[in-house]
C-alpha cells in the first residue's frame, strides 16, 4: 500500500470579507484532517459559514514551541493539516512561517494558496511603485528599535509597505516623518470591508492636520521611496533624468516600438516612474534626435 505523506497547506483566508474566500480554500479546508488556527473560535465561525467541521488545533504566537511538534508528528503519521490565521495569509506578519518552515526542512509537502493578504491588497492602489516594495510589516513597539529599523530601510528603493494598529499610527506617522523626512503616503484603511477607505497625500500634510483621517480599524500604510522624494525637487528630478537617462527614455522607446503612440507612452512612463511628462518628452525627443542623427 502507498504511504500517505503528511502534508501541510497554507490556506489565507479574508481579511474582512468572506467573498473573498477561494473556492480551493474551501474545499482544502474541508479535506484536511485538521485545521490548525491561530485563533479557533474565529476560525470555527470561518468553518461554520461553509459548513465544514473539523478538529482545530489552535495554533499561535505563545504555543507555537510545543504545537509546532504536535503538528510535526500528526504529518509524521501522514496527516493533512490546513493552516490558517486570522486573517489574510498565513505566515505574513502572522504565527505560521515557524511551521511552515520546519515542515519544509523535515522534507513535507508544503503547499500555499494563492489568496488575500492586506500588504498586496493595498499596495496595488496605492498609486505608488509597484514594481520595486519592501514589506516592512509591524516596526518594533520601542522607539528606539523602530527608529533603528527605519534607518536601515531609509534608502531602499521602491515603495515601503507597513502594517500599524489603530492606537500607534500617530506615534508611527511621527516617526517615520522624524527618520524618513517628507514622502508621498498612501494609508489603506479598513480594506474590503464596509469603510474601506484610502488617503493619498504627503505625510507632513497628515501630520500636520491629523484629523484627515479617522484612527478606528485596520491600517496599512505605505511610502514611497527615497529616489521618488528626491523627485519632488525640479533638481531632483533632473539630476536623475541625468543619472539614469537610459533607463526611463528606453523604457518610452520600448513602449513605442510595441505601437503604442510617443505620447501615451510617455505620459505612462512619467507616471510609473513619478518623473515630470515635460522633462521625460524633452528628453525621449533629444535621445530620437540623437538616434537619428547617428
Ligand atoms: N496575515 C495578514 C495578511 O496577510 O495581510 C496580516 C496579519 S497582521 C497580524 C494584521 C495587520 O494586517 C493589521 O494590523 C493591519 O495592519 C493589516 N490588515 C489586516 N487586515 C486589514 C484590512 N482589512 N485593512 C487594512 N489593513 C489590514
Not at 131 to 140: A, K, S
Amino acid at each position: 500500500m502507498e504511504e500517505i505523506r503528511g502534508h501541510l497547506y497554507l490556506v489565507p483566508t479574508p481579511i474582512g470579507n468572506l467573498e473573498d474566500m477561494t473556492y480551493r480554500g474551501v474545499r482544502i479546508l474541508s479535506e484536511a484532517d485538521y485545521v490548525a488556527a491561530e485563533d479557533t473560535r474565529h476560525t470555527r465561525q470561518l468553518l461554520n459559514h461553509y459548513q465544514i467541521e473539523k478538529p482545530l488545533i489552535s495554533y499561535h504566537e505563545h504555543n507555537k514551541e510545543e504545537k509546532g511538534d504536535y503538528l510535526l508528528s500528526l504529518l509524521a503519521k501522514g496527516k493533512q493539516i490546513a493552516l490558517v490565521s486570522d486573517a489574510g495569509m498565513p505566515a505574513i506578519s502572522d504565527p505560521g512561517a515557524d511551521i511552515a518552515n520546519k515542515a519544509v526542512k523535515a522534507g513535507y509537502e508544503v503547499t500555499p494558496l494563492p489568496g488575500a493578504n492586506a500588504a498586496l491588497t493595498a499596495l496595488i492602489a496605492s498609486g505608488l511603485d509597484t514594481r520595486e516594495f519592501t514589506f516592512i510589516g509591524f516596526l518594533p513597539k520601542r522607539s528606539v528599535h523602530a527608529r533603528e529599523r527605519l534607518h536601515e530601510v531609509a534608502k531602499y528603493r521602491g515603495t515601503l509597505i507597513f502594517y500599524e494598529a489603530p492606537h500607534r499610527l500617530k506615534e508611527t506617522l511621527r516617526i517615520l516623518y522624524e527618520v524618513l523626512g517628507d514622502r508621498q503616503l498612501t494609508i489603506a484603511r479598513e480594506l474590503t470591508k464596509r469603510f474601506e477607505s484610502f488617503w493619498r497625500g504627503s505625510l507632513m500634510a497628515l501630520i500636520e492636520q491629523p484629523e484627515q483621517i479617522v484612527y478606528k480599524g485596520e491600517f496599512v500604510l505605505l511610502l514611497s521611496s527615497c529616489q521618488e522624494d528626491e523627485l519632488t525637487s525640479e533638481k531632483g528630478q533632473n539630476q536623475l533624468l541625468e543619472e539614469r537617462a537610459v533607463t526611463p527614455i528606453e523604457s518610452v522607446l520600448q513602449l513605442i516600438n510595441t505601437g503604442m503612440a510617443k505620447k501615451e507612452a510617455i505620459r505612462q512612463i512619467a507616471r510609473e516612474q513619478g518623473l515630470g511628462r515635460r522633462d521625460l518628452y524633452n528628453a525621449v525627443e533629444k535621445a530620437l534626435a540623437e538616434e537619428e542623427q547617428a
